[in-house]
């Protein structure tokens, strides 16, 4: 039961570490280059092979983040595949002639670095071609042998990175809206109070809003950056880049809530309702967050009578010239952020089912 | 400014051509056992980042990750794959580990390097039956040395070729002024927006990442510069208080652009508009003129309150209305604090 308990207390952890399963894909991608090439020299064990094969892939498959396009990112691996060739054959075949390993070395990496593949591919092609100095077979016919190594690495690289797009992609999209609403949901809970009293000591406000600044590029990245192959996977982007819009609306709305903790007791005095009503969006943004996760039509709760109430007593606060601007700020807040929510639950009422 | 910049490029290849030549040369004319461990180390650390504060961290990270790593992979082969070879099996494990808390951790090279020198001299051993009987103890101390005299060589090489074409304190420039070029553009858009009632879409939205961008861009500059060997560590409160108010006018001008998706009621006259206009003119120019750095400064706060005269503050303006204008004088002020600490920036 303990195990259970901690396996989903890491899940937990680990979502809220990496809400858009970047790292998992990241990891994943470096990996599976790695165990394929592991697999070939299990397998077939190639005469001479070395720790270059099975290294190699992995490493440059790190590469393939730094562009959001195809092209690109088949661009960027393939300049550090080539860089990496030329380099080890050359130092293959001038093996004997230690001063002209020197030159050949300092050669490839100058002009690497100052070629237009730019300095990411480079520097990893760099740090590959010193690696087989070390390599204890020498020789051109050594040289062309890694060079068949390296296209196969190559090709692993490929196929590693179109089946972690195939397989993650819609699952990191679900899941960095996912992260991206509970972030704004809990930013809201510890400035307003509402919720669990726990949730509400457990971060400062200043280090949630951090992170829904972090989440919210990463989301970006992911959902309307990122060009996806499959076809899909287009569609999956483009149903959850309308539900990112509502969430950047609602991290925005909640900009106007940051002094809510000084007017705390003004706004208790005045408007005692708004209390109810931060209680009622935690739990409209709750239903959202289930609704996300289940991709099921969120449950709508009619809550117009307490709002209007809360109207006529914001209202009448401010015809008593009671409240001052930065209390109307977070009136302001609340008011833009129950549009928006309402939006989005009209909005996953015919499209929940869809992502 | 482009020349610059490619010189600067130039300048830093040969720098790292240098370096791991000579990590080369003394490995293989001195012929150390794992001599290519310096070239490498020299090698991976330039992998993670050009900029010299990066190096001198990764430098550290690195020799301390190997450290690590290589009494990991000694413990590892020791008591548990020479009891049972089979635990040699989850090596791809820890090839997956390496990479996942890698990312995990923002890119923290030092657990990378710990995985990965593990690793590597697992998959080594495991590989090369020349060197299943190794004593890794043994090969893990010539590591370690190579590791070390790897780091001397890039350090030297960091201090003594072309030291700053590797310093960020030019891009950290750069970077300012096209952050203020973009704040400039934005206020603009949203301010034309607002005064024509219309909605902002969702394909606005680059616009507004690319000025937070550069913030997060910026900042993660800054934290490489606080890592440079010479750094006047009594200017880091004056870049504080930048970066500070590069993070207020993000959220100001997120403000903005809410208010004007929620308008509330407009009750403005001509007149209102054409003070919103020029105040948003003001407001952009002051932002272009942060940007070319101009020694003469008349307040924007200024400014802007004479264009509004208490407009702001009428009586029959809706809350949004009110909330904008203030949202701008917030920025103006900003603007004046940034160029207030522009100018005790010694290099901006």
């Given at each position: 039961m303990k195990i259970l308990t901690f396996s989903r207390d890491l899940r937990t952890y680990l979502l809220?570490?990496?809400?858009?399963?970047?790292?998992?894909?990241?990891?994943?991608?470096?990996?599976?280059?790695s165990l394929g090439a592991l697999f070939v020299w299990v397998y077939f064990k190639p005469p001479h092979s070395d720790i270059l094969l099975l290294m190699t892939p992995g490493f440059l498959a790190i590469l393939a983040d730094l562009h959001h396009d195809w092209k690109g990112k088949i661009r960027i691996v393939f300049a550090a595949f080539l860089i990496i060739a030329i380099g080890q054959f050359g130092i293959s075949v001038l093996y004997q002639t230690k001063f002209l390993i020197l030159i050949w070395l300092f050669l490839v990496t100058f002009?690497?670095?100052?070629?237009?593949?730019?300095?990411?591919?480079a520097a990893y092609a760099s740090a590959m071609c010193v690696i087989s100095l070390s390599f204890s077979d020498q020789g051109w016919h050594m040289g062309v042998n890694r060079i068949i190594e390296l296209i196969i690495g190559f090709i692993a690289v490929l196929i590693s990175l179109f089946a972690v797009s195939f397989t993650l992609s819609r699952f990191q999209m679900r899941s960095i809206l996912r992260g991206f609403l509970s972030e704004i949901r809990f930013y809201f809970m510890s400035v307003t109070g509402s919720g669990k009293p726990a949730v509400f000591f457990a971060r400062q406000a200043e280090e949630i809003l951090r992170n829904i600044a972090s989440v919210s590029l990463k989301a970006n990245n992911i959902i309307k950056k990122e060009e996806y192959f499959y076809r899909e996977n287009i569609l999956s982007s483009e149903k959850a880049s309308l539900i990112l819009n509502y969430l950047h609306s609602f991290s925005r709305d909640t900009l106007f809530l940051e002094n809510f903790r000084e007017q705390r007791e003004l706004i208790e005095k005045y408007i005692p309702l708004t209390f109810p009503v931060s209680e009622s969006i935690t739990q409209r943004l709750a239903g959202l967050l289930e609704s996300l996760k289940k991709s099921f039509p969120p449950s709508i709760?009619?809550?117009s009578a307490l709002y209007e109430k809360w109207r006529e007593e914001y209202q009448g606060a401010k015809n008593r010239k009671e409240l001052p601007p930065s209390a109307e700020e977070i009136v302001y807040g609340f008011e833009c952020l129950i549009k928006d929510i309402c939006e989005m639950e009209k909005h996953l009422q015919n499209k929940a089912s869809e992502l | 400014m482009a020349a610059d910049k490619n010189t600067r490029k130039y300048h830093e290849a040969f720098k790292i051509a240098v370096a791991i030549t000579a990590g080369t040369f003394i490995y293989q004319f001195f012929q150390l056992p794992y001599g290519h461990w310096m070239p490498l180390a020299i090698a991976f650390i330039y992998v993670g980042g050009k900029t010299q504060g990066l190096v001198m961290k990764r430098a550290n990270d690195r020799f301390l990750g190997n450290l690590f790593g290589l009494l990991f992979a000694g413990l590892f082969a020791s008591l548990l794959m020479s009891w049972d070879y089979r635990?040699?099996?989850i090596l791809p494990a820890i090839w997956?580990?390496?990479?996942?808390?890698?990312?995990?951790m923002d890119y923290w090279y030092f657990i990378r390097q710990v995985f990965l020198s593990a690793f590597a001299v697992l998959l080594v051993a495991i590989m090369n039956p020349a060197h299943e009987n190794l004593n890794l103890w043994e090969t893990m101390f010539d590591r370690m040395i190579c590791v070390v005299f790897g780091g001397i060589v890039l350090l030297i090489c960091e201090f003594t070729i072309f030291r700053e074409s590797t310093s960020v304190k030019s891009d950290i420039i750069e970077m300012a002024g096209k952050f203020f070029y973009d704040c400039s553009e934005y206020i603009i858009s949203v301010s034309e927006r607002y005064l024509k009632k219309e909605n902002i879409r969702y394909e606005f939205w680059p616009e507004?990442?690319?000025?937070?961008?550069?913030?997060s861009a910026g900042k993660k500059l800054y934290s490489s510069l606080e890592n440079e060997l010479g750094h006047d560590i009594t200017q880091n409160v004056h870049y504080e208080k930048f970066y500070d108010q590069m993070r207020k006018i993000c959220g100001l001008l997120r403000s903005m652009k809410c208010i004007v998706n929620h308008p509330g009621e407009y009750n403005m006259t001509e007149g209102d508009?054409?003070?919103?206009?020029?105040?948003?003119?003001?407001l952009s120019k002051s932002f272009k003129a942060l940007l070319e750095q101009k020694t003469q400064w008349v307040s924007v706060r200024e400014k802007l309150l004479d264009i509004f005269r208490g407009a702001p503050y009428r009586e029959n303006a809706s809350f949004?209305?009110?909330?904008?204008?203030?949202?701008?004088?917030?920025?103006?002020?900003?603007?004046d604090k940034m160029h207030e600490i522009l100018s005790s920036l010694p290099h901006a």
């Open positions: 809220r570490c990496d809400p858009g399963l970047l790292c998992l894909a990241g990891a994943l991608r470096c990996t599976l280059p002009l690497s670095f100052i070629s237009p593949s730019g300095r990411q591919p709760t009619d809550c | 635990w040699g099996y997956f580990g390496a990479f996942y808390f890698y990312f995990l507004l990442a690319s000025v937070s961008e550069k913030y508009s054409m003070k919103i206009r020029k105040a948003s003119d003001v949004p209305e009110l909330l904008f204008t203030e949202k701008m004088m917030e920025t103006a002020d900003c603007a």
